[in-house]
């Protein structure tokens, strides 16, 4: 959950109730990072590791420990993380585990093994909710969700095979079994899938339907237009069009529903926009980015600032 200060009266009680109570004490967990920014990921504030924690560890404790927070509704809620605050002005807190939006409120989301926690202020003018994220690469893809590794299917379009086999090494890399699909098979809430090819051949997947509906249905601030999907349009943090990329425009973006799981999607104007993306796929060039278009060499994170 976030610092919004919109919250139903229900929300706020189970709030309440959560940071007044413990996960339970356990034996404890190791590689921790959390990561603290603001303006979707432009500017970091701080982050911290941690090798050990211990097993009552929630989302909250630990930015506590870590930040000078300040919380509202019971301590369910953040306010302010190292002085800065959420605003009248749709400006708030919002966090991820993994690169997935969190079910719950910090107060209430145990801390696992291996997790990238990552809190962001941004505006919400376009949309309150950001399914996933892809900053926090390896992740959701080593460690999964909720302390449980899930499968990853890897579907990928015939005109895409060399920026596959990109992806595919990329995943045998860190570790992480990643059999090939049919697109259009999708992946279900129990696993994660990777899709690969050009927006043609994407655009009747029900994720790129979400990214086609624009931030309020996929969190995504970018969409492709013209025939075959030849252009992409990246949008600021209202959702208005800001640049708009031809030939050779390629995107990483993540997004998903609780029927469909998180979707991962590698994709392009064009075959070759499909190959700059998949080499863009690395945890140095994702780091903190909700969603990354690539033009050549310029790698241009999303939603895009005026004037970029």
Known sequence: MT?????????????VALAGCGLGAGKGT?????????DFGRVRIGAVS?????????????????????????????QSIAGLS????????????????????????AVHRGDRIWWDLHDWTATDSIPAVVGSFPEPFVHGTGGRRLPTTLACASD?????????AEFHSIGVPAPTALIGTGSGSDS?????????????????????????????YARFTGPG????QLLNPAGQVVRTLGAGAGLIAATGQSQTGTVWMITGTDTAGVA????????????????LAVHGRTDLPVPLEAGS
């Open 50 to 78: 941690a090798q050990h924690v211990s097993g009552s560890e929630t989302v909250m404790r630990m930015l506590e420990r870590s930040f000078h927070v300040s919380t509202r509704y019971g301590g369910g809620f953040v």
């Open 160 to 168: 895409a095979e060399a920026a596959c086999k990109r992806v595919a």
């Open 3 to 15: 610092g919004r200060v919109v919250v139903t009266a229900s929300a706020i009680a189970a709030a």
């Open 192 to 220: 994660l899938a990777v899709v690969v090819g050009t927006w043609r051949d994407l655009h009747g997947e029900l994720a790129a339907t979400l990214i086609e509906h624009g931030p309020g249905s996929s969190g995504v």
């Open 229 to 232: 999907g030849g252009s992409i």
């Open 30 to 38: 190791s590689g921790v990072t959390l990561t603290v920014t603001r």
């Open 276 to 291: 700059a993306a998949a080499a863009a796929l690395t945890p140095a060039r994702l780091r903190d980015h909700f969603a």
């Open 86 to 109: 959420g605003t009248s002005s749709r400006h708030d807190w919002f966090y991820y585990v993994n690169g997935i939006e969190a079910s719950l409120g910090a107060a209430g989301t």
